[in-house]
């Protein structure tokens, strides 16, 4: 499956961003999706996961209760709203695939990779 992250930009503290990831190239419905990030000079971290039909997500504590995973298969796409945004959310978001039938949350779990798409948040 291939993976396509779009929705980046630049916004100010507090605001929102809706991020998306379209798949093509296989059924979108057979992999769990996440949302990785990577900050300049550190390691890249999980962020939210989905399971395939979307009953169970996961979240990172420090986006829990401010960002929102979600998917629509029948669109092949799935969605990272971010709300309430800080200067610390800055990063380059991916989304990520894997067949897991669950949610991980280390990389080496994840087969398929996004591009990324760069999200800035200025104080």
């Known amino acids: 499956v291939q993976l396509q992250a779009s929705g980046g930009g630049l916004e100010q503290a507090g605001g929102s961003l809706r991020l998306s990831c379209t798949a093509s190239g296989d059924t979108f419905s057979n992999y769990a999706m996440a949302w990785f990030r990577q900050a300049p000079g550190k390691e890249r971290e999980f962020v939210a996961g989905i399971t395939r039909r979307g009953s169970v997500v996961r979240y990172a504590d420090s986006v829990r209760g401010r960002f929102t995973i979600s998917r629509e298969n029948a669109k092949n796409t799935g969605y990272l709203r971010m709300n309430i945004l800080k200067p610390e959310d800055t990063a380059v978001y991916y989304c990520?695939?894997?067949?897991?039938?669950?949610?991980?949350?280390?990389?080496?779990?994840?087969?398929?990779w996004g591009q990324g798409t760069l999200v800035t948040v200025s104080s």
């Open positions: 990520a695939a894997t067949g897991s039938v669950v949610v991980p949350t280390q990389l080496r779990e994840y087969d398929y």
